[in-house]
């Protein structure tokens, strides 16, 4: 299998100074719509873990709504934009942490809910299975884990670099392993079109928002109580 993301600088990306011209395309502004959709169901509950959390537009949500939420991210400057962000709304119940994702501790048994948004195909391959050990290992018993992901063919396989994108067995395999699959069902995860020079835009819907609809899969887990 090949690993698309292995030679992306995921801080220079956050800088505005690789790949992109402007903000990153997955950065739009709020909660993803697939996501939001769980928080407005009463999906999530108790203390929230915002695993690759970006700019944080998830936990900031979250925040604004009462949720007391931690967000862990590799890069420092979505780090330091999220922190900034939580203090100028006052939220100071969501707090924000630089580490890897994928061996991260300090957090053991912490979380009700931990919430991927768009992070799993953008972790290197070899990176899954200790990013999914980790994530167990912060989880509060019955947590619940919701996943975000790229679907297979979501961009043009002519792409040199790109997500990971999975599956549906493969991603029923990888999370199998360390926690109880409850569904896994086709979704979208909506980004504005990229302005970058060659960039094959695939054929797809967009939202009322004007943002493009990519195919997804969102994932429900728990960890046994």
């Known amino acids: 299998m090949t690993d698309r993301t292995e ?21 739009i502004g709020e909660p993803q719509p697939e996501l939001a959709a769980l928080i407005r169901a009463g999906k999530v509950r108790g ?3 915002d695993a690759g959390c970006g700019y944080a537009e998830l936990s900031l949500a979250l925040a604004a ?18 922190t900034a962000a939580a203090q100028q709304r006052g939220l100071t119940n969501a707090t924000f942490v630089q580490d890897d994702i994928t061996s991260f501790t300090g957090f053991d048994g912490r979380f009700d809910t931990i919430v991927d ?3 799993f195909h953008s972790l290197p391959i070899g990176g ?15 947590a619940a884990f919701y996943i975000l992901v790229f679907a297979a063919g979501a961009f ?3 792409l040199e670099q790109k997500p990971n994108e999975v ?31 060659g960039f094959p835009m695939p054929d797809r819907e967009f939202d009322e928002k004007g943002r493009i609809k990519m195919p997804a899969f969102l994932l429900s887990a728990h960890k046994p109580g």
């Not at 709504?65 to 890069?75: K, R, S």
């Not at 050990?133 to 019955?142: E, I, L, N, T």
């Not at 599956?167 to 990229?194: Q, S």
């Open 65 to 82: 709504d009462g949720y007391t939420v931690v967000g862990i991210d590799l890069t420092p400057t979505a780090v330091a934009a999220a």
């Open 156 to 158: 043009p396989a002519e």
């Open 7 to 27: 030679q992306i600088d995921w801080d220079s990306t956050y800088r505005g100074e690789a790949r992109f011209d402007g903000p990153p395309p997955w950065n």
């Open 167 to 197: 599956t549906e067995d493969e991603l029923r395999e990888a999370v199998g392993k360390h926690w109880v699959i409850d569904e896994v069902r086709p979704a979208f995860i909506h980004g504005n079109i990229p302005a970058m020079p």
């Open 47 to 49: 203390e929230v873990l």
């Open 128 to 142: 899954r299975d200790g990013y999914l050990r980790s994530v167990a290992r912060a989880a509060a018993p019955g």
């Open 117 to 119: 948004s768009t992070l």
